[in-house]
């Protein structure tokens, strides 16, 4: 069974950094690109980043570029988000997920994490 | 505001058909047949329901189909039951940006 289970979430202020984590079990995890969505507080969906399988080509959305890091360890099946300089706007629900094989699947996920919550705020 | 468009919220009755839209432009939805669909019930994860434009993965309902015209995807449930009542999100490729795009979500109510 897939699962992906992220920690690291959490209260944070203003200018602060974070680092979150996605465990990875039930598939060859470095077969797979991932990516880091987030949804802030009864908001929509945000892409806010990705990676290959293997960490060759990382990509950001705008509003986090230069302030985070994806990264992965495929020797440990994991996925991070490095957040630094965090902002009120970044407060959010950030979800680890699986994009799909094929072309056409760095375009979908297929398989999500269940969540970790991040609060920026003094 | 998102780059898709998507209705702020539809509704049906049980059994019922009803069709979200997804307008976007010929240089995401239009142009590529990389649209997504996603289910998203209140404090859960989103779930994938249809993948490039039409097709659903292993598991998901055959009362879920998606489809495209021009600029705009469409996600139709068939049948509806009150387990349909959730937001649902289009997703999209788009040349715009190095990352795919989401609509601003769709809230269903099944009454």
């Known amino acids: 069974e897939v699962q992906l289970v992220e920690s690291g979430g959490g209260l944070v202020q203003p200018g602060g950094s974070l680092r979150l984590s996605c465990a990875a079990s039930g598939f060859t995890f470095s077969n797979y690109a991932m990516h880091w969505v987030r949804q802030a507080p009864g908001k929509g969906l945000e892409y806010v980043s990705a990676?290959?399988?293997?960490?060759?080509?990382?990509y950001y959305a705008n509003s986090v570029k230069g302030r985070f890091t994806i990264s992965r360890d495929n020797s440990k099946n994991m996925l991070y988000l490095q957040m630094v300089s965090l902002r009120t706007e970044d407060m959010a629900v950030y979800y680890c997920a699986r994009a799909g094989v094929g072309g056409s699947g760095w375009y979908r996920n297929d398989y999500w994490g269940q969540g970790t919550l991040v609060t920026v705020s003094s | 505001q998102s780059a898709l468009t998507q209705p702020a919220s539809v509704s049906g009755s049980p059994g019922q058909s009803i069709t979200i839209s997804c307008t976007g432009t010929?240089?995401?939805?239009?142009?590529?047949?990389?649209v997504s669909w996603y289910q998203q019930h209140p404090r859960k994860a989103p779930k994938l329901m249809i993948y490039d434009v039409s097709n659903r993965p292993s598991g998901v309902s055959n009362r879920f189909s998606g489809s495209k015209s021009g600029n705009t995807a469409s996600l139709t449930i068939s049948g509806l039951q009150a387990e349909d009542e959730a937001d649902y999100y289009c997703?999209?490729?788009?040349?715009?940006?190095?990352?795919?795009?989401f609509g601003g979500g769709t809230k269903l109510t099944v009454l």
């Open positions: 997703s999209s490729y788009t040349t715009s940006s190095t990352l795919p795009v």
């Open positions: 990676i290959s399988s293997n960490e060759n080509i990382t």
């Open positions: 010929s240089s995401d939805v239009g142009g590529y047949n990389y």
